[in-house]
């Protein structure tokens, strides 16, 4: 070696759903340097998808160094009740896992820190740290897509709670005695305000398939049918912040997911809508996600960063 030149430090992040995985090189100081996409392939079980995971963990960091890179963290975020202090995907039904110590695996194949945490955390955290949340010391991320669920993060860490199951809004019961959820209670946020419910309720009033952002647009249109879809979809979100800010007294509400794309045709009125319903509360800022269907990787590769400053 007759060199100078150093390699840039650099994070191998992953952010695995059950139908694909985004994966990443993240440079230590922010920005994303390279990313690439690959099919789960669940069905194979989940011992091929973990070694999947390990394969092109290690993938990555031969590409990175390659680049002349050094990875020096593995960030990894997953669905399901992650135990992220042991670094165990304990549940994850879309991936097949039970109890797998993805963390030491992923650690061991790359020779570096490790760390992994559950995806819609993850994604809070980039969102609390580097996007829409930026600034803030106390935020809620609430992403609304086939279902609903929250991440707590205040002083740039989540709440995981004490079984890793934090943050399930989608799953506050507003309308007592209501439709039934898959979760096995009735009426959940999430039977009335996710994505999915809010195109099979339009599906229902009007005998029509639209996806929920073309019954958003047609809310904003004017049409009665959806305009009342709309409201009543408002209404119950509205309600679900209520209680988690009775519960937290955020500062801000990071507003993402499919139907967080709405953007002010949600934030608007689900600000309205909040404030006819806060009493003692102090009203919290609402505002929409920042860092896209990237949050999960951002996250992930910031978890990997934490590993290594606290090893
Ligand atoms: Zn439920």
């Not at 009125?269 to 919290?284: D, I, S």
């Amino acid at each position: 070696m007759t060199g100078s030149v150093t390699a840039q430090p650099v994070v191998i992040a992953m952010d695995i759903g059950g139908t694909g995985m985004k994966c990443g090189v993240v440079a230590v100081d922010g920005p994303v340097l390279h990313t690439e996409r690959h099919d789960t392939l669940a069905s194979r079980g989940p011992a091929a998808v973990a070694a999947a995971i390990c394969d092109i963990a290690e993938q990555l960091a031969g590409k990175a160094r390659v680049l002349g890179q050094a990875p020096v963290a593995a960030g990894v975020a997953i669905p399901g009740v992650v135990d992220e202090v042991r670094g165990i995907a304990v549940f994850a039904a879309n991936l097949g896992f039970r109890d797998v110590p993805l963390r030491d695996l992923v650690s061991a194949r790359l020779g570096v820190p490790a760390a992994l945490g559950h995806d819609m955390r993850a994604a809070g955290l980039a969102e609390a740290r580097l996007g829409a949340g930026h600034g803030a010391d106390d935020v809620i991320f609430v992403g609304i897509g086939t279902g609903i669920a929250a991440a707590h993060v205040r002083g740039g860490h989540t709440n995981s709670g004490a079984h890793g199951a934090a943050g399930e809004l989608g799953h506050i019961v507003v309308r007592p005695g209501g439709l039934a959820c898959p979760c096995g209670q009735r009426g959940c946020l999430e039977t009335i305000a996710s994505a999915a419910s809010v195109a099979r309720r339009y599906a229902e009033a009007t005998g029509r398939a639209e996806s929920a952002a073309e019954v958003v647009a047609r809310a904003v249109a004017g049409e009665d049918a959806a305009g009342e879809i709309w409201r009543e979809t408002v209404d119950a979100l509205a309600d679900g912040l209520l209680t988690a800010q009775a519960l937290l007294d955020t500062e801000v509400f990071v507003i993402g997911g499919g139907l967080g794309e709405a953007g002010e045709a949600l934030l608007g009125p689900l600000r309205e809508a909040l404030a006819a319903r806060v009493t003692f509360h102090r009203m919290p800022r609402l505002v929409k996600a920042s860092l896209g269907d990237t949050a999960g990787l951002r996250g992930a590769a910031l978890l990997g960063l934490d590993a290594l400053s606290t090893q």
